[in-house]
């Protein structure tokens, strides 16, 4: 059954979240068991299970940096502001959310110089600063999840309610699920080949609405044809705070306030959350930095090319016999562009819509679930509840932690739906709360005189600024009353992002200048370091009388034997960096590459492009417009490359060691288990 307004039947809400979610559960066990049987990895192991035992390659990183940070916002959110501001809105969406993940190429080498074993951020603000510190910044990483996750499930829900009329509470608990499966199967690394596959996906159906509306549609089909839509709306609904009311131009008042708000917001998001660190941590730490710029630049594509696509084809497609009228609350629900996929390609677009959402949601989930199940392991139950916990221990508890925070999820977005918070509200609003904690976090891992009680003051005095700064803001512009819908106008959220993120960053950097520590990085290098693992000293006293067994063969490949019996190259046994892996002098020069590339890529984006285009008042043309999508059509191609193609290409050996260990199974029964002689390489 289905209400008379929806455009699929509610069979088919149930049918990809539990079927396509389920299916996906499936085929991550399946490609589990394959990584176990044939390859030296096994997510039986909780260096593993964390952090894929740090040995990712960069197309994978990168593309699992695209996979977690492609939310339902990044589609619904992008498309809401292109409908509300025109072109601007996916410029301020793609370039203000992606110069974030640039900028994080600098933390992912330093994290790689000055903790190369750590399994979170927290860990490194806790050896460095302490109980309090620590203490005071879970919350920011924990509120930061809840936030993310939150946003992810009402996104999630909302479009499947609205396009089937699945019921949301069934939605907000179901989409979970079916990722908490597969995550605790198969930890990290197969969170990455989720990721790796929904990505796929993902930008198969994005090509396929661009195509549609770019190429092949009766409604629209053009760019030329799209210009003349636009230009229609603008004289029949002109935008205000726009030049000329047009569509078809960057000047917006609006657009340029809620870049602020997204650039602000999305430090947040992408510097507080474990997801991020976690890939820069599973990465190997020769690529970290290469995978961050790919990601980076990869992922601007999406709302970028998504929005420009469906969130204006919403406004051409005002008052189009198929086009749902769209209130306000649609709006920040984020539903122009369900809305819009639905009147161009009828069932097929709404059920393309939904498949496309929820590959979104179920791989930033499983980020989400992963890097949650890591801080509530190694931060709250290692640190404060079992210091002494053994492997399997933590293993265990990485398990209930991934199923706990699931839950938490669902209930998560549940309270706020009935509250009546919708995701545009929650994603504008994300930098109030968790900005002040940005710069506290990025100079703690990367600054020796960052100094702990600066940013202690400045991530707790910024959190209060931007509370205050938001709710005197929001008295002042709506004659004292504050609630959910006056508290989520523009100003309001700038007014508060900007508190935040200043406060936090000026008091702490200001402090640490005052009063400079000179911290000596070398005790969050011994976080989880080798020396310091007794597993390895147990392993290389194992090794040793391996090595006086053989000593007489100068060429014997070095076995080292689990108490499970696998044989395991000595890294993946206990999936920590040797020391040997590490180079100081490499990583040094990634950072500066990475400084220098992100920042110059960051000007770029956020002024260089737009902000000419802003003050020349600059209305696109015809010509304009088609060069502009075309533009981002390549950039989409170029991207799906990168984190399509290219980890297939980098992983040809393992893949090769794959297929002859499958074929050998196949031939010889039970001769196709891997064996340790060949390179370990996935
Ligand atoms: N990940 C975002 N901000 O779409």
Redesign the pocket.
């Known amino acids: 059954m289905s209400s008379p307004a929806t455009v699929l039947p509610q069979g088919a809400g149930y049918g990809v979240v539990v079927g396509i979610g389920f299916f996906f559960a499936a085929f991550m066990l399946g490609l589990t068991a394959i990584q176990s049987r044939y390859t030296p990895f096994k997510p039986s192991s909780s260096e593993e299970f964390s952090s894929a035992s740090r040995s990712v390659k960069p197309g994978l990183i990168a593309a699992g940096i695209v996979s977690a ?1 492609t ?1 339902a ?2 589609l619904l959110q992008s498309s809401a502001v292109a409908y509300r501001y025109g072109l601007s809105g996916p410029w301020w969406y793609g370039a203000g ?1 992606t110069v974030q993940v640039l900028l994080f190429a600098q933390l992912a080498a330093k994290l790689k110089l000055n903790a190369p074993n750590a399994h979170t951020w927290l860990e490194i603000v806790g050896t460095r600063w302490g109980q309090t510190a620590h203490l005071i910044f879970l919350f920011f990483g924990l509120a930061t999840n809840i936030i993310v996750s939150s946003m992810l499930i009402l996104g999630g829900s909302a479009t499947v309610t609205d396009l089937t009329g699945m019921n949301t509470i069934a939605a907000c608990f179901l989409i979970p699920l079916g990722v908490a499966i597969y995550v605790v199967a198969g930890g990290m690394r197969a969170t990455l080949l989720c990721d790796y596959t929904h990505t796929t996906v993902l930008y198969i159906i994005i090509l396929l609405f661009c195509f549609t509306v770019y190429a092949t549609s009766d409604k629209i089909g053009s760019p030329a044809k799209m210009h003349d839509l636009l230009a229609r709306a603008s004289e029949v609904n002109p935008v205000p705070g726009n030049a000329h009311g047009s569509y078809l131009t960057i000047r917006s008042k609006d657009g340029l306030i809620f870049g602020v708000i997204n650039v602000i917001g ?1 430090f947040a ?1 992408v510097f507080n959350d474990q997801a991020y660190w976690q890939r820069a941590i599973a990465s190997k730490p020769s690529s970290c930095v290469k995978a961050y710029l790919l990601g980076g630049l990869a992922w601007m594509s999406i ?1 970028l090319m998504f929005a420009t696509t469906l969130g204006l084809a919403a406004v051409a497609l005002t008052g189009d016999p198929d086009m749902k009228v769209l209130s306000p609350a649609d709006v920040s629900a984020g539903l122009p562009a369900p809305a819009a996929a639905a009147a161009l390609l009828g069932k097929g677009g709404a059920a393309a819509m939904l498949v496309l959402l929820f590959l979104a949601v179920t791989s930033a989930t499983s980020a989400e679930l992963i890097a949650v199940s890591s801080i509530l392991t190694y931060d709250v139950y290692k640190r404060y509840i079992n210091p002494q916990a053994n492997e399997a221990q933590i293993l265990r508890m990485s398990h209930y932690m991934v199923a706990f925070f699931a839950l938490v999820m669902g209930l998560a977005g549940l309270i706020f739906f009935y509250i009546g918070v919708s995701m545009g509200w929650l994603y504008t609003f994300m930098g109030v709360i968790l900005g002040s904690a940005v710069v506290p976090i990025a100079i703690c891992v990367t600054w020796k005189k960052a100094n702990k009680w600066g940013c202690i003051a400045g991530a707790v005095g910024g959190f209060a600024a931007g509370i205050i700064a938001w709710l005197v803001t929001t008295s002042t512009l709506n004659g004292g009353v504050i609630n959910v819908d006056t508290s989520g106008g523009n100003f309001e959220m700038l007014a508060g992002n900007l508190a935040s993120i200043g406060v936090g960053g000026i008091v702490s950097c200001l402090w640490s200048l005052w009063k400079p520590e000179d911290f000596n990085f070398d005790i969050t290098r011994a976080i989880n370091a080798p020396s310091t693992h007794p597993e390895y000293e147990h392993k290389m006293t194992e090794e040793e009388s391996n090595e006086k067994e053989k000593s007489s063969d100068a060429d014997v490949e070095i076995k080292r034997t689990t108490s499970q019996g696998d044989s395991l190259h000595p890294e993946a046994a206990i999936g920590v960096t040797l020391d040997e892996d590490l180079d100081p002098v490499a990583l040094e020069k990634a950072f500066r590459f990475a400084a220098w590339s992100s920042v110059i890529l960051m000007i770029v984006f956020l002024i260089v492009i737009p902000l000419p285009l802003f003050f020349a008042h600059t209305i696109f043309g015809k010509k304009g417009l088609t060069a502009w999508i075309t533009i981002e059509m390549i950039w989409t191609f170029l991207a799906a490359f990168t984190v399509v193609i290219y980890p297939l290409y980098e992983s040809r050996v393992a893949l090769t060691l794959v297929g002859k260990g499958i074929i050998k199974d196949l031939f010889t029964k039970g001769s196709g288990k891997y064996e340790e002689k060949e390179e370990h390489a996935a």
């Open positions: 940070w939310w916002a990044t959310a999305n998001t709302p």
